[in-house]
């Protein structure tokens, strides 16, 4: 089955702004969806196919995705943004999801 | 609103049996794809199953295939999960999300809060 890969912690400084990686084979030919998840809580949307927000989504979460690498990029980080990171993508092949394992970002 | 309310969950022996209930409200369940999505204590997410908008089609992941059946039913806005020959290692908290499609695949724009399925003696 598909496997996708990411960092699995990054840090960043208020202000700033922070790449998460989702890494895959060719994952440029397929859709990509990101998740951030507090403690505690349930997963919730930030971006999908690639680079859409959902309503509600600060503009300051973006996506890109070509070649073997998808990013998610959050500009202007705030002490919010502090969570766990998936990234997702269905296999068409199979009708599988797959998830990264996740990336635990944490604003210094 | 959109709203997904998880319930059925508990603790329940190796080889037992636990069917899950998600509630929904707020959109037209009928013309929704569904989704459960599972993590374990402190693990990453897992998908596990789904089923399309009509239930005409299902997935299930290997780790669940032949011991879970997912359903739904559209006149009472639910899906169900129906979990049998549980094993340990399918603790975890339950996520029932819903999918912008009629049928499988895309990605889950709204989840429910979760409920918790212990498996053990």
């Known amino acids: 089955s598909y496997v996708v890969t990411q960092p699995p912690s990054v840090s960043v400084a208020p202000g700033q702004t922070a790449s998460i990686t989702c890494g895959g084979n060719?994952?440029?030919?397929?859709?990509v969806h990101w998740y951030h998840q507090k403690p505690g809580q349930a997963p919730v949307l930030v971006v999908y196919?690639?680079?859409d927000r959902p309503s509600g989504i600060p503009e300051r979460f973006s996506g890109s995705n070509s070649g073997n690498t998808a990013t998610l990029t959050i500009s202007r980080v705030e002490a919010g943004d502090e969570a766990d990171y998936y990234c997702?993508?269905?296999?068409?092949?199979?009708?599988?999801?797959?998830f990264g394992g996740g990336t635990k970002l944490t604003v210094l | 609103e959109v709203q997904l309310v998880e319930s059925g969950g508990g603790l329940v022996q190796p080889g037992g049996s636990l069917r899950l209930s998600c509630g929904a409200s707020?959109?037209?369940?009928?013309?929704?794809?569904m989704h459960w999505v599972r993590q374990a204590p402190g693990k990453g997410l897992e998908y596990v199953s789904a089923i399309s908008s009509n239930g005409g089609s299902t997935y299930y992941a290997n780790s669940v295939k032949g011991r879970f059946t997912i359903s739904r039913d559209n006149s009472k806005n639910t899906l169900f999960l129906q979990m049998g020959s549980l094993r340990p290692e399918d603790t975890a908290v339950y996520y029932c999300a819903r999918g912008p499609l009629v049928v499988l695949g895309g990605y889950f724009d709204h989840w429910g809060q979760g409920t918790l399925v212990t498996v053990s003696s």
């Open positions: 707020g959109f037209t369940f009928r013309t929704s794809a």
């Open positions: 196919n690639d680079g």
């Open positions: 060719n994952i440029g030919s397929e859709s």
């Open positions: 997702q993508v269905w296999d068409s092949s199979s009708d599988d999801v797959v």
